[in-house]
């Protein structure tokens, strides 16, 4: 039998203060929850989930996918060859969207892929083409890729293909092309094509050569240790990023290829910042894809935004995604931008904080605190918080000034809706106008409603 | 012997691994050890040191290198290794910098404070449910006070429960005493022999002080739920709870306190009884059954103690035979059921008893709760209580029905007078307390009815035991001073109600 009866008394208490206090008053330890109730019209649903007696051992199987995947860096290859891609067809970040409800980062990333892929001779062309509708649109998520910002995948761009050696999970996601006025931003001028150019013809066939002669990178090893290193994942990779290119550079460098090409590309990779993201955010990826379709599980595994909607996608319901009006980031603005020239929220980049890195390891991260989050102790706040929406604890993923503690992983879709905390997301910031390029970064919160809808579809599954 | 081992893939910052060395250099029958990442300079450090290292090794694979005098120490050094390793992660207990915010689930609480053995769940009854499962698998018991709870969930919650050897007290489950600490509303006893599993919470407390009255202390009491003997639960916590006191060593004797059970639940606790090596009792409320005070004078015979009836202090100004009506104002459901039952009894079918908890559907109170003849109310039933604080806590809406039925009886004819049969429970989350107000209000209706030339009798059930926080002496000496008579002994409080009343002249 249980030792309630003959260990000592120890307590927790949710509701009336005052049996808390009774209990205390005769020296019994005691922790309080903060409870607050869930949103009106979730208790059916949250009885019917949380009593489906396959959900706990469906969530630790789920979580201990995501919790045991590992993801190394195998090959890079252009996206026509890696996915099929074919011409006219292009990916784009975040939940399905016709052109129609596109937002401007979205339709001045396509801009520039259209042009990229000689697809048009000049931006109206392209945007007529556009609204035309003759191109082929489709999430990155449904091809296993993750795309940063707008996400947008065109044919002849290079992908890192990334494996999961645990599960045999594949992951892909295209390179990172820097900041301010970039394509993934939806900016389409020449100097953003002209870029993309170099980065198909120069970039994507050297990191080849250097990965071939590599062999795997493990990329999870280096997220782990970018973590202990003032990086969280998402709004900054620069550790992350440093520790890739100290990988591949003698395979650069011995590829034979020109050294000012060489030259170029360590310089390009090593003044990107968030070179490594579109390395960390196909890692997340290869994580939460080995916690899909887990029958009876709770557990988010996809949080992806395309600037007009945010969607969700949980294990136990499959390919279904849950979305709703995305929300405008808060924080900083570079130049002249303010609120007023944000795009809502954009990118397949919250599969970091799916993962438990990015906003979820913001603790690890107090360099950047003032960019996104305010002060260092709230910064710890947000970190601490996370942990009661989500199932796990990172077995990989530590975080120093919290004693180590393993970053909080596996959000649940339960706990969202029970204690009405949302998950807390780093985010860059698009001009809402195509063409613009960054506007800012800052931080950010799915739509509540998400949550109770994935919630209803999860009570609507449990067997009678 | 050396012996080197590689785990793939698997990183640790070189500090934490520095103090696993160390811990595991530290074993007995370890002549060196060496746990670190795969660099290349590590690498040449486990040469140096004579290890010889496999091919393939590289900076993100974890290396353990162990020259050990036996294959025993060798095993020991494997086992310091992961302990060490997995020290190093300090889970959810230690927080680092900044003061952690309160956790926003039982779950998440549960998970902070890795000694818990009991969550108390008081969440309006709507969302009670996901917190009390959470707190199972945290792998806490759980105590539900928390009322309008599906039967459903009930059933849910208990098997759930029984699965995991953790005890559902609850829901509806206002008492617990667990090895001395009480929890919820619970009464300061002594510790003893008798274990006690209630149905009914204000019941085991009336046992309880009762027991302590006449010195027999008490092991725990484990509450399962009012709802715990019907047909649908089964009694499923009620046999969870016996299993566990007749493991107990403490318990001697159990006492299961409750209202009777459904039938078949009944035989079937009966034989499951019979099981155990704990001798049991039943105190079980019902027509031509014994109330809580015989089943409590039992008890401590059966303890080996020589009972002697509870303490009653005598009203200074009652006239017996000069009242008509009974009123019994109650915050405790089963106190309200023992008066009833005695009521019932020794007045007969002629003088019917209306309720809100009524001994038979016919004498049901509508939601006016009021009725002309004899009636008591149970103010801390569900239906009163939703959305309110219980009466136990808040005492306004009896002190409200006092003052109106002595204004009831002051404007009514001579002759007319009222009984009115009022309970006080005393302990740990109870007022803290009730005679501050509720004893003015008793003088104060006294004095109404009083002044009118009317008859009014006021009877106080105070159910507390000497180490109570609020002070029975105290407490009593104040209801005293207002006028009534005081009972530590609800049942002889009831009897004495009656006996004032014309009728049973």
Request: net charge negative.
């Given at each position: 039998m249980s030792g309630l009866l003959d260990s000592p008394l120890a307590v927790v208490s949710a509701g009336v203060p005052l049996f808390a206090d009774a209990a205390q008053a005769q020296a019994v330890p005691v922790t309080r929850v903060d409870w607050r109730p869930p949103e009106p019209g979730t208790e059916q649903d949250l009885a019917r989930v949380m009593g489906d007696p396959r959900r706990e051992e469906a969530n630790r199987t789920a979580v201990g996918r995501l919790l045991s995947a590992g993801a190394e860096l195998v090959d890079v290859r252009p996206a026509a060859e890696a996915l099929g891609l074919e011409r006219g067809s292009f990916l784009h970040a975040g939940p399905p969207i016709d052109r129609e409800r596109a937002s401007g980062p979205l339709r001045g990333a396509l801009i520039g892929a259209m042009l990229l892929e000689d697809l048009a001779e000049d931006p109206a062309q392209a945007e007529q083409e556009l609204a035309a509708g003759g191109i082929g649109l489709d999430p990155c998520h449904h091809h296993r890729t993750v795309g940063p910002m707008a996400g947008v995948v065109s044919p002849s761009m290079w992908l890192f293909e990334l494996r999961d050696p645990q599960h045999g999970g594949t992951a892909w996601c295209s390179l990172n092309e820097g900041l301010g006025k970039v394509l993934r931003y939806g900016a389409y001028g020449p100097e953003v094509v002209e870029r993309l150019r170099w980065m198909n013809d120069v970039l994507g066939p050297l990191l080849r050569t250097a990965v071939r002669s590599h062999g795997p990178v493990d990329i999870t090893s280096i997220a782990a240790q970018m973590l202990q290193m003032g990086d969280e994942g998402h709004n900054r990779n620069r550790a992350g990023t440093l520790m890739f290119l100290r990988e591949v550079l003698p395979g650069l460098i011995d590829s034979g290829a020109p050294a000012a090409d060489v030259a170029e590309v360590a310089r390009f990779v090593a003044g990107n910042d968030h070179f490594f993201l579109n390395l960390a955010m196909p890692a997340c990826k290869l994580a939460t894809d080995a916690a899909r379709d887990v029958t009876g599980s709770t557990l988010v595994v996809a949080m992806a935004r395309n600037g007009t909607d945010f969607g969700i996608q949980v294990s136990g319901t499959g390919d279904e995604w849950f979305t709703a009006p995305a929300n405008t980031p808060d924080g900083l603005f570079l130049g002249s931008y303010g609120p007023l020239d944000a795009n809502p929220d954009i990118g397949d980049s919250a599969i970091t904080e799916t993962a438990g890195i990015g906003g979820f390891a913001?603790?690890?991260?107090?360099?950047i605190v003032r960019f996104v989050g305010g002060s260092v102790s709230d910064a710890i706040e947000a970190t601490q918080l996370m942990y009661d929406i989500t199932l796990a604890e990172s077995t990989t993923y530590q975080i120093p000034v919290l004693e180590f503690r393993g970053t909080p992983t596996g959000i649940d879709v339960t706990r969202v809706v029970r204690t009405g905390l949302l998950p807390h997301i780093n985010t860059g910031m698009a001009g809402r106008v195509a063409g613009t390029g960054q506007v800012g970064a800052g931080i950010v919160n799915p739509p509540a409603e998400i949550f109770p809808a994935a919630l209803r579809a999860l009570a609507a599954a449990v067997p009678v | 012997m050396n012996v080197v081992e590689v785990r793939r893939r698997s990183y640790h910052d070189s500090v934490t691994l520095m103090q696993v060395s160390r811990t595991v250099a530290g074993v007995e029958g370890v002549v060196a050890a060496q746990v670190a990442m795969g660099t290349e300079l590590n690498l040449d450090v486990l040469r140096g040191m004579g290890f010889e290292v496999p091919e393939g090794?590289?900076?993100?694979d974890l290396v353990l290198a162990v020259q050990a005098a036996d294959e025993d120490a060798l095993v020991r050094a494997r086992a310091a290794t992961e302990a060490a390793l997995a020290a190093s992660w300090s889970g959810g207990g230690d927080t680092g910098l900044g003061t952690a915010p309160a956790a926003r689930t039982v779950g998440a609480a549960a998970r902070r404070t890795p000694d818990a053995t009991v969550a108390l769940v008081s969440v309006p009854g709507q969302h009670a449910f996901s917190e009390a499962i959470d707190a199972l698998e945290a792998g806490l018991s759980v105590l539900l006070?928390?009322?309008?709870?599906p039967v459903e969930q009930e059933i849910r919650l208990k098997d759930e429960g029984a699965r995991r050897g953790l005890l559902v007290m609850g829901p509806d489950c206002g008492t617990a005493a667990v090895g001395g600490v009480g929890l919820g509303f619970a009464n300061a006893v002594p510790s003893g022999p008798v274990g006690i599993v209630a149905a009914s919470g204000t019941g085991a407390q009336q046992v309880m002080c009762l027991l302590a009255g006449a010195g027999v202390g008490v092991s725990h009491c484990l509450g399962v739920g009012g709802r715990d003997l019907s047909s649908a639960v089964a009694g499923r916590s009620t046999k969870q709870a016996l299993a566990m006191l007749d493991a107990d060593p403490a318990t001697e004797l159990i006492v299961v306190v409750s209202k009777p059970a459904a039938e078949e639940v009944a035989a079937d606790l009966a034989s499951y009884v019979d099981g155990l090596a704990t001798p049991v009792q039943f105190a079980v409320l019902g027509r031509g059954r014994p109330d809580l005070t015989a089943a409590a004078a039992r008890a401590a015979a059966a303890a080996g103690v020589a009972w002697r009836d509870p303490r009653s202090w005598p009203a200074a100004a009652d006239s017996p035979g000069r009242y008509r009506r009974l009123r019994g104002l109650f915050a405790g459901g089963t106190l309200c059921d023992e008066a009833m039952l005695i009521a019932a009894d020794l007045l007969g079918p002629d003088a019917p008893v209306r309720s809100n908890i009524p001994l038979d559907p016919s004498l049901a109170l509508g939601p006016s709760l009021d009725a002309e003849g004899h009636l008591m109310i149970d103010f801390g039933d569900d239906a009163l209580t939703r959305g309110r604080p219980h009466p136990m806590i808040d005492q306004r809406s009896r002190l409200d029905r006092l003052a109106l039925e002595a204004a009831r009886v002051a404007d009514g004819?001579?002759?007319?007078g009222s009984v009115l049969l009022l309970d006080v429970v005393l302990g740990h989350g109870a007022h803290p307390d009730p005679a501050a107000q509720l004893a003015a209000a008793v003088a104060a209706a006294l004095r109404t009815a009083g002044d009118a030339g009317r008859d009014l009798a006021v009877v106080l059930s105070l159910c507390g035991t000497l180490d109570d926080p609020q002070g029975l002496e105290r407490q009593a000496e104040a209801f005293v001073a207002a006028g009534a008579s005081v009972h530590l002994s609800n049942a002889a409080a009831a009897r004495h109600a009656v006996d004032l009343l014309e009728v049973a002249r």
């Amino acid at each position: 039998m249980s030792g309630l009866l003959d260990s000592p008394l120890a307590v927790v208490s949710a509701g009336v203060p005052l049996f808390a206090d009774a209990a205390q008053a005769q020296a019994v330890p005691v922790t309080r929850v903060d409870w607050r109730p869930p949103e009106p019209g979730t208790e059916q649903d949250l009885a019917r989930v949380m009593g489906d007696p396959r959900r706990e051992e469906a969530n630790r199987t789920a979580v201990g996918r995501l919790l045991s995947a590992g993801a190394e860096l195998v090959d890079v290859r252009p996206a026509a060859e890696a996915l099929g891609l074919e011409r006219g067809s292009f990916l784009h970040a975040g939940p399905p969207i016709d052109r129609e409800r596109a937002s401007g980062p979205l339709r001045g990333a396509l801009i520039g892929a259209m042009l990229l892929e000689d697809l048009a001779e000049d931006p109206a062309q392209a945007e007529q083409e556009l609204a035309a509708g003759g191109i082929g649109l489709d999430p990155c998520h449904h091809h296993r890729t993750v795309g940063p910002m707008a996400g947008v995948v065109s044919p002849s761009m290079w992908l890192f293909e990334l494996r999961d050696p645990q599960h045999g999970g594949t992951a892909w996601c295209s390179l990172n092309e820097g900041l301010g006025k970039v394509l993934r931003y939806g900016a389409y001028g020449p100097e953003v094509v002209e870029r993309l150019r170099w980065m198909n013809d120069v970039l994507g066939p050297l990191l080849r050569t250097a990965v071939r002669s590599h062999g795997p990178v493990d990329i999870t090893s280096i997220a782990a240790q970018m973590l202990q290193m003032g990086d969280e994942g998402h709004n900054r990779n620069r550790a992350g990023t440093l520790m890739f290119l100290r990988e591949v550079l003698p395979g650069l460098i011995d590829s034979g290829a020109p050294a000012a090409d060489v030259a170029e590309v360590a310089r390009f990779v090593a003044g990107n910042d968030h070179f490594f993201l579109n390395l960390a955010m196909p890692a997340c990826k290869l994580a939460t894809d080995a916690a899909r379709d887990v029958t009876g599980s709770t557990l988010v595994v996809a949080m992806a935004r395309n600037g007009t909607d945010f969607g969700i996608q949980v294990s136990g319901t499959g390919d279904e995604w849950f979305t709703a009006p995305a929300n405008t980031p808060d924080g900083l603005f570079l130049g002249s931008y303010g609120p007023l020239d944000a795009n809502p929220d954009i990118g397949d980049s919250a599969i970091t904080e799916t993962a438990g890195i990015g906003g979820f390891a913001m603790a690890a991260a107090p360099a950047i605190v003032r960019f996104v989050g305010g002060s260092v102790s709230d910064a710890i706040e947000a970190t601490q918080l996370m942990y009661d929406i989500t199932l796990a604890e990172s077995t990989t993923y530590q975080i120093p000034v919290l004693e180590f503690r393993g970053t909080p992983t596996g959000i649940d879709v339960t706990r969202v809706v029970r204690t009405g905390l949302l998950p807390h997301i780093n985010t860059g910031m698009a001009g809402r106008v195509a063409g613009t390029g960054q506007v800012g970064a800052g931080i950010v919160n799915p739509p509540a409603e998400i949550f109770p809808a994935a919630l209803r579809a999860l009570a609507a599954a449990v067997p009678v | 012997m050396n012996v080197v081992e590689v785990r793939r893939r698997s990183y640790h910052d070189s500090v934490t691994l520095m103090q696993v060395s160390r811990t595991v250099a530290g074993v007995e029958g370890v002549v060196a050890a060496q746990v670190a990442m795969g660099t290349e300079l590590n690498l040449d450090v486990l040469r140096g040191m004579g290890f010889e290292v496999p091919e393939g090794v590289g900076p993100a694979d974890l290396v353990l290198a162990v020259q050990a005098a036996d294959e025993d120490a060798l095993v020991r050094a494997r086992a310091a290794t992961e302990a060490a390793l997995a020290a190093s992660w300090s889970g959810g207990g230690d927080t680092g910098l900044g003061t952690a915010p309160a956790a926003r689930t039982v779950g998440a609480a549960a998970r902070r404070t890795p000694d818990a053995t009991v969550a108390l769940v008081s969440v309006p009854g709507q969302h009670a449910f996901s917190e009390a499962i959470d707190a199972l698998e945290a792998g806490l018991s759980v105590l539900l006070f928390s009322d309008n709870v599906p039967v459903e969930q009930e059933i849910r919650l208990k098997d759930e429960g029984a699965r995991r050897g953790l005890l559902v007290m609850g829901p509806d489950c206002g008492t617990a005493a667990v090895g001395g600490v009480g929890l919820g509303f619970a009464n300061a006893v002594p510790s003893g022999p008798v274990g006690i599993v209630a149905a009914s919470g204000t019941g085991a407390q009336q046992v309880m002080c009762l027991l302590a009255g006449a010195g027999v202390g008490v092991s725990h009491c484990l509450g399962v739920g009012g709802r715990d003997l019907s047909s649908a639960v089964a009694g499923r916590s009620t046999k969870q709870a016996l299993a566990m006191l007749d493991a107990d060593p403490a318990t001697e004797l159990i006492v299961v306190v409750s209202k009777p059970a459904a039938e078949e639940v009944a035989a079937d606790l009966a034989s499951y009884v019979d099981g155990l090596a704990t001798p049991v009792q039943f105190a079980v409320l019902g027509r031509g059954r014994p109330d809580l005070t015989a089943a409590a004078a039992r008890a401590a015979a059966a303890a080996g103690v020589a009972w002697r009836d509870p303490r009653s202090w005598p009203a200074a100004a009652d006239s017996p035979g000069r009242y008509r009506r009974l009123r019994g104002l109650f915050a405790g459901g089963t106190l309200c059921d023992e008066a009833m039952l005695i009521a019932a009894d020794l007045l007969g079918p002629d003088a019917p008893v209306r309720s809100n908890i009524p001994l038979d559907p016919s004498l049901a109170l509508g939601p006016s709760l009021d009725a002309e003849g004899h009636l008591m109310i149970d103010f801390g039933d569900d239906a009163l209580t939703r959305g309110r604080p219980h009466p136990m806590i808040d005492q306004r809406s009896r002190l409200d029905r006092l003052a109106l039925e002595a204004a009831r009886v002051a404007d009514g004819a001579a002759g007319e007078g009222s009984v009115l049969l009022l309970d006080v429970v005393l302990g740990h989350g109870a007022h803290p307390d009730p005679a501050a107000q509720l004893a003015a209000a008793v003088a104060a209706a006294l004095r109404t009815a009083g002044d009118a030339g009317r008859d009014l009798a006021v009877v106080l059930s105070l159910c507390g035991t000497l180490d109570d926080p609020q002070g029975l002496e105290r407490q009593a000496e104040a209801f005293v001073a207002a006028g009534a008579s005081v009972h530590l002994s609800n049942a002889a409080a009831a009897r004495h109600a009656v006996d004032l009343l014309e009728v049973a002249r």
